[in-house]
């Protein structure tokens, strides 16, 4: 009877060991308070926590959409996924994070925001590629390991370096340019979010290569950032 449970336990590893790594990789990072591990599991479980609200708003946001819009035209396609799904998403994720973290007392360095903000986004990317991985097979996880995982962690860092210039900013007593600051952690994630979506579903034989651009530069851009971040931390 056990063999019938291997390859269930295969793709659960599967879905889980991507996640697992990048999570370990943001922690090493942080170079001069490590947070935590309760801390950082309640993140992870708000990250799966979010993707129930996201879907949610990405049904109200389909039905709104739907309303206006004709499908299958690339207004809709671009208003879909740099609007509908990419907001809801990254928004999701915000509001988890932000309700976990913006009053901690453990949130006192600037380079606690990408940690924080990267395991919320995981912990989102974890469930999400379990759900993919036992609907698709092995081939989606194979897949997903190299792009939609690692995407939603370079989403997660750079939501976290706006969001703990925002938390320095509030504690500077500067609260008009912290909520600024609050404002761009979700859009310019979601902006990126929405690129890869787009390009990723997008049929044309050219539009291939795109994505395989937007995410390389994507890729490197965030390894660069989560370097430089670690290097300049300091207390807020």
């Not at 708003?57 to 799904?85: A, H, M, Q």
């Not at 340019?177 to 787009?198: E, N, Q």
Request: charged share 15%; hydrophobic share 55%.
């Amino acid at each position: 009877m056990f063999i019938f449970y291997i390859p269930d336990a295969i793709l659960i590893a599967a879905a889980v060991i991507p996640a697992i790594v990048l999570l370990t990789m943001v922690y090493r990072a942080d170079r001069v308070e490590s947070e935590p591990p309760g801390l950082l599991l309640r993140l992870v479980l708000m990250g799966i926590l979010s993707t129930s609200i996201a879907k949610l708003l990405e049904r109200l946001g389909l039905l709104l959409l739907n309303s206006i819009f004709p499908g299958e035209t690339l207004l809709y396609d671009i208003l879909l996924y740099f609007g509908v799904v990419s907001f809801a998403e990254e928004g999701a994720k915000y509001v988890l994070l932000k309700r976990a973290t913006w009053y901690s007392p453990e949130f006192n360095c600037r380079f606690d925001g990408v940690v924080y903000a990267a395991f919320v986004s995981l912990g989102f990317a974890l469930w999400e590629n379990i759900g993919y991985v036992f609907m698709s097979g092995l081939g989606t996880a194979m897949l997903r390991a190299v792009t939609a995982i690692p995407g939603h962690a370079c989403f997660g860092v750079f939501m976290g370096c706006w969001y703990a210039q925002a938390k320095e900013l509030e504690r500077m007593g500067d609260e008009n340019a912290s909520k600024r600051l609050r404002i761009l952690s979700v859009v310019i994630p979601a902006i990126l979010h929405g690129a890869y979506d787009f390009l990723a579903t997008i049929m044309e034989y050219a539009s291939g290569w795109y994505f395989l651009a937007f995410v390389a530069v994507l890729f490197v851009v965030t390894y660069r950032l989560i370097g430089r971040l670690s290097r300049e931390d300091r207390y807020i």
